[in-house]
């Protein structure tokens, strides 16, 4: 049972490049959702999704894509990286009728934008 | 205010000590509470939830809730080195479609030997 599988772990960019981080999970889970962490800043949530071809904005969306084909894969889409975009991505998922228990994350990608 | 307000620390404390983290909530639809733990360059991974008001006790972790003065807890016996980490108090209410914690911002824990 891996959980939420997050690739790659650490990523360099230049300014202007384009990116996808991958996320994954195995627990048949129908929410799925991207954060970012920054020293100081706790988490802030990007985009989520609570199942397959829904998704919605988070408290800091610009700059990013999602999408949800599946209910395993949320994928986010950096459109054209910023050095703002340095950052700790996470993905986390849970059921939507269970979020009471808490989310699973996976390990974070390290983003640096140079 | 924020809904959720957690002292970020740092916080220092011999091996052996008992340890209190802390965090203040505003809004009285929170009904599950949660705490994580993450180590550096780590994900969250869930260490503890409790529903409603109460305790709850696994090992040497407590975790404390009052609703009433909107006031959450955790302690942490006989602290170890290997409990250095930040730890995140999450929240969410228990109605149809409540499926967005709402997170503290950590508190970066040091258990010195």
């Known amino acids: 049972n891996a959980g939420v599988t997050q690739t790659p772990k650490f990523q360099v960019l230049k300014t202007g490049q384009s990116m996808t981080l991958q996320c994954a999970q195995d627990?048949?889970?129908?929410?799925m959702s991207w954060y970012r962490q920054d020293p100081g800043m706790g988490l802030r949530l990007i985009h989520y999704?609570?199942?397959?071809?829904?998704?919605d904005q988070g408290e800091v969306p610009n700059g990013y894509n999602v999408s949800r084909s599946t209910t395993e894969d949320f994928p986010l889409r950096l459109l054209s990286a910023a050095p703002s975009q340095t950052s700790v991505y996470l993905c986390?998922?849970?059921?939507?009728?269970?979020?009471?228990?808490?989310?699973?994350f996976g390990s974070g990608t390290r983003l640096t934008v140079v | 205010q924020k809904e959720v307000e957690q002292d970020p620390g740092p916080l220092s404390v011999p091996e052996g000590a008992i340890v209190s983290l802390n965090c203040t909530y505003s809004?009285?639809?929170?009904?599950?509470f949660m705490w994580y733990r993450q180590y550096s360059r780590k994900g969250p991974e869930l260490l503890m939830y409790?529903?409603?008001?109460g305790n709850k006790e696994d090992g040497r972790f407590t975790a404390q809730v009052d609703k009433s003065s909107k006031y959450i807890s955790l302690f942490i016996r006989d602290s170890q080195p290997s409990d250095s980490a930040t730890y995140l108090c999450?929240?969410?209410?228990?109605?149809?479609?409540?499926?967005?914690?709402?997170f503290g911002k950590g508190t970066k824990l040091s258990v010195i030997p």
């Open positions: 999450a929240m969410i209410g228990s109605g149809a479609g409540s499926y967005q914690l709402t």
């Open positions: 627990m048949n889970h129908e929410y």
């Open positions: 999704s609570v199942g397959a071809g829904i998704t």
């Open positions: 986390a998922s849970s059921s939507i009728f269970q979020a009471g228990y808490g989310y699973t």
């Open positions: 809004n009285s639809a929170f009904q599950y």
């Open positions: 409790t529903y409603s008001s």
